[in-house]
């Protein structure tokens, strides 16, 4: 492959979000010695080959993943804001990036026993946001745990529910898809969620597809990543030990 255009700002990345909507890619995990202290650079796509810096965010330090989002959730301040939420290590951040040379911190989340504030997810809705942190397992000794914040009001999110799995696996990434939740749970294979009463704190596990059937230990072995998004409902999944899955639901 030869390359049509590059960004060289930033010497390495963790992972790259891209807002759909507003045409913007946003490097995240980048050098933590870069102008943004591993934050985010903000990369205007409006020619997709010729990437331009539009500005960047590191008040908070490195961030390991993130999403963002054009708002149309229920905080009427903030309708049609682009904001940016990232798993910053140690806390989540809700940022309000519309104007790129000037992002605005609306709110910084601590939670209790925090481990490693990893990546997470809105519902569809944008009213809440599934949050997994990736060593509580390991420090703390939970089962899985997911973690919900009510973000109804982005400048006051409160922890709604806390939801531990059935295994003592490791939470890894995970992805709404309309009224359910797609965990990749290291050594517990992946985990789909019912999340349709999730305003009532009901979260409940309606399947799994376990690539890792040696155990459910908290390790890191097994499933990486899930993608649940292709119209076909063919859902991919990464596995460390295994390899690439393509799975489907059986009913």
Known sequence: FTADGRYTGLGNAHNIVINETSGFVYPVGTDRDDEFNGGVHFLDLQNPIVPVLAGGWGLNGYTHDAQVITYNGPDADYQEAEIFVGANEDLVVVVDISDKSAPVTLATLPYPNIG????????????????????????????????????????????????????????????????????????????????????????VETGYFDTYPENDNTQFSGVWSVYPYFESANIVVSDINSGFFIIKKSN
């Open 116 to 203: 490693y504030t990893h990546q997470g997810w809105f519902t569809e809705d944008q009213r809440f946001f599934i949050l997994g942190d990736e060593l509580d397992e390991v420090r703390q000794g939970f089962q899985t745990r997911t973690l919900i914040f009510d973000m109804a009001d982005l400048e006051n999110p409160v922890l709604h529910h806390t939801y531990l799995g059935p295994t003592n696996a490791i939470d890894h990434n995970g992805y709404v898809l309309q009224d359910e939740f797609f965990l990749a749970n290291y050594t517990a294979g992946v985990r789909i969620l019912d999340i349709s009463e999730i305003e009532n704190s009901v979260v």
